[in-house]
Nanobody, 120 residues
Framework: QVQLVESGGGLVQAGGSLRLSCAAS????????MGWYRQAPGKQRELVAA???????NYADSVKGRFTISKDNAKNTVYLQMNSLKPEDTAVYYC??????????????WGQGTLVTVSS
């Protein structure tokens, strides 16, 4: 079994920063890509940022220049550094991984979500 455990959410004032972490554990052979999605109340879940095993990154236009995604391969962990936060960044942030499991083949796995609240 594979699981993703997120941490780092919380309440911050506009203009502030937060760093989210997501650690993958379990029967993992390799990770193809990891990313962060978010879902605000009444809205659809959207991609925030993603990073491939080779280090290529992709960002939503709304966070470019403010958010940075990075990874630690040795720890199977992905990070999301969020700077210059805005109230519209308020959402539940979900970690996502596309990986090859040693037991179950290719999987897409989601974390439980962590709430980020940005006050104005």
């Amino acid at each position: 079994q594979v699981q993703l455990v997120e941490s780092g959410g919380g309440l911050v004032q506009a203009g502030g920063s937060l760093r989210l972490s997501c650690a993958a554990s379990g029967s993992i052979y390799s990770i193809n890509a990891m990313g962060w999605y978010r879902q605000a109340p009444g809205k659809q879940r959207e991609l925030v940022a993603a990073i491939t095993s080779g280090g290529s990154t992709n960002y939503a236009d709304s966070v470019k220049g403010r958010f940075t995604i990075s990874k630690d391969n040795a720890k199977n962990t992905v990070y999301l550094q969020m700077n210059s936060l805005k109230p519209e960044d308020t959402a539940v942030y979900y970690c996502n991984a596309n990986l090859l499991s040693t037991l179950r083949g290719y999987l897409e796995v989601w974390g439980q979500g962590t709430l980020v609240t940005v006050s104005s």
